[in-house]
């Protein structure tokens, strides 16, 4: 009877180690997630702020350069207006090209999910 209550004990004491290892693994991974959640947001914050200066300055920039060749080309305007449409479609052509191919790359907590990979590479290893 003793050794029942023995195997009975260890076997208890072994399930509460194995939970309190997995809650460890979970919270973690939980905390690595959520300080990668931060650098995202930061990291968007600082992207969106530079995405609205930089519109403004190219605005107030082509506005200026589109009067410019207007007045200096006054007798040609028409030709000016139509060559400057072009090469502004042109850029903004580049710029959602270039914007598409970033997104489509954009891996967002690929250090929470490699760890996550990891772990249950680790789970699945036979013994």
Not at 35 to 45: A, Q
Request: glycine residues 6%; aromatic residues 8%.
């Amino acid at each position: 009877m003793d050794d029942s209550q023995h195997e009975a004990g260890g076997l208890l004491a072994t399930g509460k180690r194995i939970l309190r290892s997995a809650g460890d693994l979970v919270q973690s991974r939980l905390e690595l997630f959520l300080v990668e959640l931060k650098e995202e947001r930061i990291r968007l914050f600082d992207a969106l702020l530079l995405v609205v200066v930089c519109v403004v300055c190219v605005l107030m920039t082509l506005a200026l350069l589109t009067f410019t060749l207007v007045v200096v080309f006054w007798e040609h305007r028409v030709v000016v207006l139509v060559l400057l449409l072009l090469l502004y479609a042109g850029g903004a052509g580049a710029a959602f090209w270039t914007l598409r191919n970033r997104l489509r790359d954009w891996q967002a907590f690929a250090a929470t999910l490699d760890q996550i990979k990891k772990d249950r590479a680790c789970l699945e290893k036979p013994n």
